[in-house]
C-alpha cells in the first residue's frame, strides 16, 4: 500500500486503531485477508464459497476499531478478476469500476464480465449477507445469456423439478435489454425480478409436445407475475405460427394464460391438438390450416378455450368457439363459409349427451373439403333445427326445428346404405314428422312421409311408405342389416321388430304397384 494513514495507540492495547492506505492489490491474496479481518460469521461462509485465481484491484483500504470492535470498508475504482462462486457453476471473468465494501454489504457499479459463457454488461447492485445472502442487480444495458448453460443449473435449484417437470431441456440465447433481480440466493422462491429482452434461436424440448419446439425469436417481459411473449416466430413438428400473450404466474403455479397466434398448422400437429383435446376422430377437419387470427385462454378449474377464423387447404373458411372440459367438449359456435356454403353448428358431447345445434346451408361438397377422412353420413343440408340426444341411445333424441335434405347418403358401419335424395322435416320434441321423403334402398325409390316417436326408450312410427314395387325380404334385410349388437337383442327381437337397437312399434301403411312377400306377390298391392 502507499499514500497512507495511520493512528495507533502506543503502550495501550485498549487505545483507537485506524487505517487508511491506497492498495494496488492481488485479489487472489484477498479472501485470506478478509478472513482474519472480518468475523461476520455468514460473510466468512460465503467468502468460502469463492475461488479468486487471478485479478487486481486498485482502491483505498481502511481499517478502524474505534467502536471497540474492528470495521474494515474496501472502496475500489479499477478492478478485475477471474474466479467461481460455489453457488453459480460458471467461471467468473469480471472487470468494473467502483466497488465498495463495508460492513455486510458489497456493491458494484459498471461491473462488466462473462459468467460462463453468458455476458453481462453495466450492471450496479450490491450483495448483502446480513439478511441472507441476498443479491440485488439491475443493468439498462444489453446482456446476452446462454440458456444452455443456465437451464440445466435451474433444474437443480430446490422446487425446479415442480415447475419445469416436462422439460428436458433447453437450449439457444437470450438477450436482455434491461434487467432487475433481488432476492435470497438460497430461497428460489423468494426471487424478484424483472427481464425485458428477446429470443434468438430458442429450443425446447418436452416430452408434453409432438416435437422439438424452436423459437427463432421473439420479444419477452418476465416477472414472478407475468410472462408476456410478443411475436415468438416458433415451429414444432409441422405447425409454424407466430404467437403473443402472457402466462400469470408463470413460475410456481400458474394462474391463467391467453395467447393469440396465426400461422399454417399440419397433420401431424393437427393431430396432436386433437389428441390432447380428445376430438372423435370422425370431427377432425383436413389439413393443413392457415389461421389468421385465433386465441387460446386458460384459467386455473375452468375450460381451456380456442375463438378465431382459419382456413382449411382447398376447403372453406371456418370461424369457431371451442371450449375443453374435463368432463365436456364444446364447439359453442361454428361458422362454416365458402361458394356453396353459409352455417352456423353448435355441438356439445359430454359423458351423458350431446346436444347439437344447426342454422343455414351446408353443400355436400363443403362437407367433402371439410373433414379429414370421408363421414358416413355425407350430404347437403338446409334449416334451423336443435336438439339433444343421450350419448347412451338413440332414443333419447329430441328435437325442435326444420331441416331440409338433398341427396343425402348414410353408409352404417356394416350393412346397407341408403340414400336421401331429398326430405323436408319438422321436429318438435321427440316427434319428427317427415313431411317428404324420396329414399332409395339398394336401388329401389320409396317415398315416406308421416310421424317418428322417440318415447320410451322406442320407435314409434305413424307412416306412409310408397313405392311401385317392394320386395318385403329384401326390405327387411336391408333394415336388419343395421342393427347393433347389443345384450337385449334377443329380448328386443322376441317382442318385436328393431331398429338400432330399439324396439319398433306403429303402423306403416304401404302403398305399391306390387308387393312381394316370399314367394307370393301382389299386384297391385
Not at 336388419?480 to 337385449?488: F, I, L, P, Q
Request: hydrophobic share 40%; with cysteine.
Amino acid at each position: 500500500g502507499r499514500n497512507g494513514s495511520l493512528t495507533v495507540a502506543l503502550g495501550d492495547n485498549e487505545g483507537p486503531f485506524h487505517l487508511d492506505i491506497e492498495i494496488d492489490a492481488d485479489l487472489v491474496q484477498l479472501p485470506p485477508v478478509l478472513a482474519r479481518a472480518v468475523s461476520d460469521q455468514v460473510f466468512l461462509r460465503e467468502l468460502d464459497l469463492v475461488q479468486i485465481i487471478e485479478g487486481r484491484a486498485n482502491g483505498r483500504l481502511v481499517l478502524d476499531n474505534s467502536s471497540g470492535e474492528t470495521q474494515t470498508a474496501v472502496e475500489v475504482n479499477e478492478w478485475d478478476l477471474k474466479g467461481s462462486y460455489q453457488r453459480f457453476p460458471f467461471s467468473l471473468k469480471l472487470d468494473g469500476g467502483c466497488l465498495l465494501y463495508k460492513g455486510p454489504t458489497l456493491s458494484v457499479r459498471s461491473l462488466n464480465g462473462h459468467i460462463g459463457q453468458s455476458k453481462v454488461n453495466n450492471v450496479s447492485g450490491s450483495f448483502d449477507w446480513s439478511r441472507g445472502p441476498v443479491l440485488d442487480l439491475a443493468s439498462s444495458n444489453t446482456s446476452r445469456v446462454l440458456v444452455d448453460e443456465l437451464f440445466p443449473w435451474l433444474k437443480t435449484l430446490p422446487g425446479a423439478m415442480k415447475r419445469l417437470p416436462n422439460i428436458r431441456a433447453l437450449t439457444g440465447t437470450l438477450w436482455v435489454d434491461s434487467f432487475a433481480f433481488k432476492g435470497d440466493l438460497t430461497r428460489p422462491d423468494s426471487w424478484e425480478f424483472l427481464l425485458n429482452g428477446r429470443t434468438k434461436d430458442l429450443v425446447v424440448d418436452s416430452d408434453q409436445l409432438p416435437d422439438t419446439l424452436r423459437i427463432k425469436s421473439g420479444a419477452f417481459v418476465a416477472s414472478p407475475e407475468t410472462l408476456q411473449i410478443v411475436d415468438f416466430d416458433l415451429s414444432c413438428a409441422d405447425a409454424t405460427l407466430t404467437a403473443s400473450g402472457k402466462i400469470i404466474e408463470p413460475v410456481f403455479d400458474p394462474k391463467s394464460l391467453d395467447f393469440s397466434f396465426h400461422g399454417t398448422i399440419g397433420p401431424e400437429a393437427g393431430d396432436w391438438v386433437a389428441d390432447l383435446i380428445h376430438m372423435p376422430t370422425d370431427l377432425r377437419v383436413r389439413h393443413p390450416v392457415s389461421t389468421q387470427a385465433m386465441r387460446l385462454t386458460w384459467n386455473r378449474n375452468a375450460p381451456v378455450r380456442v375463438s378465431g377464423s382459419c382456413n382449411l387447404a382447398g376447403g372453406p373458411e371456418l370461424s369457431i368457439e371451442l371450449e375443453r372440459g374435463p368432463e365436456e367438449l364444446c364447439a359453442k359456435r361454428l361458422t362454416i363459409t365458402d361458394e356453396e356454403s353459409n352455417a352456423v353448428l353448435a355441438l356439445c358431447i359430454s359423458s351423458d349427451a350431446i346436444e347439437f345445434g344447426f342454422k343455414g346451408d351446408l353443400g355436400a361438397e363443403t362437407i367433402k373439403r371439410l373433414f379429414h377422412k370421408d363421414l358416413r353420413l355425407s350430404g347437403s343440408l338446409e334449416g334451423d333445427v336443435s336438439g339433444r340426444i343421450a350419448s347412451s341411445h338413440l332414443a333419447g333424441l329430441t328435437a325442435d326445428g326444420t331441416l331440409t335434405v338433398r341427396d343425402l347418403c348414410y353408409t352404417p358401419a356394416r350393412g346397407v346404405p341408403v340414400r336421401v335424395e331429398s326430405a323436408v322435416m319438422d321436429a318438435k320434441g321427440d316427434i319428427l314428422q317427415v313431411k317428404t321423403a324420396a329414399i332409395r334402398l339398394q336401388e329401389t325409390p320409396y317415398d315416406l312421409k308421416g310421424n317418428v316417436v322417440l318415447t320410451g326408450g322406442e320407435l314409434q312410427l305413424d307412416l306412409d311408405l310408397s313405392a311401385s314395387d317392394i320386395d318385403w325380404d329384401s326390405l327387411r334385410s336391408s333394415l336388419a342389416s343395421w342393427e347393433t349388437e347389443t345384450d337385449d337383442r334377443e329380448k328386443t327381437a322376441t317382442s318385436g321388430e328393431s331398429f338400432l337397437g330399439m324396439p319398433v312399434r306403429g303402423t306403416v301403411r304401404v302403398h305399391a304397384g306390387q308387393f312381394t312377400s316370399g314367394d307370393t306377390t301382389w299386384k297391385p298391392f
